[in-house]
């Protein structure tokens, strides 16, 4: 198994903060934490089909997410192995979604039980309405993109859009 980490080095040179793992090869899983020159195994077991999933799927809900407040209780949690369990996330079984896009549709769908977002998430959710149709835009803006005023200008019409709310993705989502 080859692991490509060339985009972790500036993670990893930034702090001494503690680094949680999830390293799974299709039948066996890896539940391990990482802070500086130490690292602690949590958890290894290996399980065939479907109940492989569901168990790696609970374990780390029980090792990485505070059962009193329901939310992450890690800063970074890497996910790393072989090209089954990736292969297994991009079938459209409907059962798991990553990424922005995809995990508002769910939401918007109330398709979701629990959804893990980091907490310091630079992305803005800007409720936007056309000044000429009165037709309501939704946007979702990184900090730098928030200062490219392009991003509130109807380019069809040429006219302005105004803002009708402003508010952390992480707060729309949580």
Same mark, same amino acid.
């Given at each position: 198994?080859?692991?490509?980490?060339?985009?972790?080095?500036?993670?990893?040179?930034?702090?001494?903060?503690?680094?949680?793992?999830?390293?799974?090869?299709?039948?066996?899983?890896?539940?391990?934490?990482? $802070? #500086?020159?130490?690292?602690?195994?949590?958890?290894?077991?290996? =399980?065939? *089909?479907?109940?492989?999933?569901?168990?790696?799927? @609970?374990?780390?809900?029980?090792?990485?997410?505070?059962?009193?407040?329901?939310?992450?209780?890690?800063?970074?949690?890497?996910?790393?192995?072989?090209?089954?369990?990736?292969?297994?996330?991009?079938?459209?079984?409907?059962? $798991? #979604?990553?990424?922005?896009?995809?995990?508002?549709?769910?939401? =918007?769908? *109330?398709?979701?039980?629990?959804?893990?977002?980091? @907490?310091?998430l630079d992305i803005t959710r800007y409720v936007l309405k056309k000044n000429i149709t009165g037709e309501v835009v939704i946007k979702y803006l990184s900090k730098k993109q928030e200062v490219d005023m392009s991003n509130f200008h109807n380019l069809a019409s040429s006219a302005?859009?105004?803002?009708?709310?402003?508010?952390?993705?992480? *707060?729309?989502?949580?």
């Amino acid at each position: 198994m080859r692991f490509h980490t060339k985009a972790l080095n500036e993670c990893l040179e930034l702090d001494d903060d503690e680094f949680s793992f999830i390293m799974m090869d299709g039948n066996k899983t890896l539940f391990s934490m990482l $802070c #500086v020159n130490s690292r602690e195994v949590l958890h290894i077991f290996c =399980e065939n *089909g479907y109940n492989y999933v569901r168990k790696t799927d @609970e374990l780390a809900t029980i090792f990485f997410i505070d059962p009193a407040l329901g939310q992450p209780n890690v800063s970074r949690l890497i996910l790393a192995g072989s090209g089954k369990y990736f292969e297994k996330m991009r079938e459209d079984t409907g059962k $798991c #979604v990553f990424g922005m896009n995809d995990t508002l549709k769910a939401l =918007e769908m *109330g398709a979701t039980e629990i959804v893990i977002v980091w @907490e310091d998430l630079d992305i803005t959710r800007y409720v936007l309405k056309k000044n000429i149709t009165g037709e309501v835009v939704i946007k979702y803006l990184s900090k730098k993109q928030e200062v490219d005023m392009s991003n509130f200008h109807n380019l069809a019409s040429s006219a302005d859009m105004y803002v009708q709310e402003k508010m952390l993705l992480v *707060g729309v989502v949580c």
